[in-house]
């Protein structure tokens, strides 16, 4: 019988008891598990260069640590994003690389509806209001500036896949017009919308009141958010990101609101992740940030761990995992749906 020896590179869960528990029942499993996110790139090659399946949350699998891997088949992402995984080269070591883009995606949304809330109705400006009125037993409500309703303003979703999709769905019982800025949405899925149009993104800056951000991190969307993008929204405007740092520009961002280009921001995400003691966002006005915290739920954290177990189980059987993204491979690989070793 095969033996098979899976390693996780790093974890987000509190324990892997439950993954312990699993391949203890079976015979042919070595499992090893790390926290090697941050560790110096040889010691993650160490680790995972003689495994045949990985799992990885964060940790950066460039092309040197890929090619490295002599005997895996399955290189699974903890995760819907991948920006941290070298893709072509899994694809060239004829790795199949699989990831979950189905799990949390309602708790995305739901975080993306929460700051655009958040930051529209002022909360955490008015706990300050509240203290303070504590103390003199006064209303003050002057440093909120201005509120505006949400019923009847124009939200802006940028990018509407799974995410973008359900606050689109979430959104549209507030009343808001909703202008969506995607280039790859096809008629099936503006139609299952209820979205006649798509706008550029000028367009969606220029007019939308909220923008919420939902593209993936790669070289189109890098910076898409930057100083000239921030100077062409609209003063009272907000902007929420709950996709990935990268498509903001913080340090533009920052200037934004310090300079009071637009009017507040919802952040979940950030370019370098944990972020700096000095991240300028911590220190700009109208900032309510949270700690990348879009995908988690009790629900999504269990849902993940199954699908997660469920691939290894089909590779461990000759069966391909539920999601390939290198899915040219399969076309690579004669027939067969892993790579022999
Ligand atoms: N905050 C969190 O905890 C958390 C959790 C999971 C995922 N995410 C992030 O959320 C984002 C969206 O995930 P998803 O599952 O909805 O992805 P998805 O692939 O289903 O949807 C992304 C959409 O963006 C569109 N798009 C791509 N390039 C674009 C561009 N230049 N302009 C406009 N639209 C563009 C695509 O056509 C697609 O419809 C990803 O960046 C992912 O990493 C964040």
Not at 188 to 216: F, N, S, W
Not at 243 to 255: C, F, H, Q, Y
Request: glycine share 8%; proline share 4%.
């Amino acid at each position: 019988m095969k033996q098979w020896k899976v390693v996780i590179t790093d974890y987000i869960e509190n324990d892997l008891n439950w993954e312990i528990e699993q391949f203890s029942k079976m015979d042919n499993v070595t499992f090893e598990h790390y926290q090697l996110k941050q560790s110096p790139k040889a010691e993650l090659i160490e680790k995972i260069k003689d495994a045949d399946i990985v799992v990885v949350n964060m940790a950066t699998f460039d092309p040197e640590v890929i090619g490295a891997m002599e005997k895996c088949q399955l290189l699974i992402r903890h995760g819907i994003g991948y920006d941290n995984v070298n893709v072509p080269a899994c694809t060239k070591n004829k790795i199949r690389f699989s990831y979950q883009p189905d799990y949390c995606a309602t708790e995305v949304a739901e975080q993306a509806v929460s700051l655009i809330m958040c930051c529209a109705r002022k909360l955490f400006a008015s706990l300050e209001v509240l203290k303070d009125a504590a103390q003199t037993q006064i209303w003050n409500f002057a440093p909120m500036g201005e509120v505006h309703r949400m019923f009847g303003q124009t939200l802006g979703v940028i990018g509407c896949g799974r995410i973008g999709g359900r606050v689109v769905r979430m959104m549209q019982s507030f009343g808001m017009k909703i202008m969506v800025c995607d280039p790859y949405l096809d008629e099936r899925q503006k139609g299952a919308l209820g979205i006649d149009q798509t706008y550029d993104l000028e367009t969606v800056l220029r007019e939308a009141d909220i923008i919420t951000m939902h593209t993936p991190l790669n070289d189109d969307t890098r910076h898409m958010i930057d100083e000239p993008q921030l100077k062409m929204m609209k003063k009272s405007a907000i902007l929420v990101n709950t996709s990935r740092g990268g498509v903001i520009n913080t340090e533009a961002l920052a200037k934004a609101l310090n300079e009071g280009w637009i009017a507040g921001a919802g952040i979940d995400v950030y370019e370098v992740e944990p972020p700096p003691p000095d991240m300028p966002l911590f220190g700009a006005p109208n900032a309510t940030l949270s700690a990348h915290i879009g995908w988690m739920s009790v629900e999504a954290g269990w849902d993940i761990r199954y699908k997660i177990m469920d691939d290894i189980k089909a590779c461990m059987a000759g069966q391909a995992p539920a999601n390939t993204v290198n899915k040219e491979l399969d076309g690579m690989l004669g027939g067969k749906v892993y790579r022999e070793v």
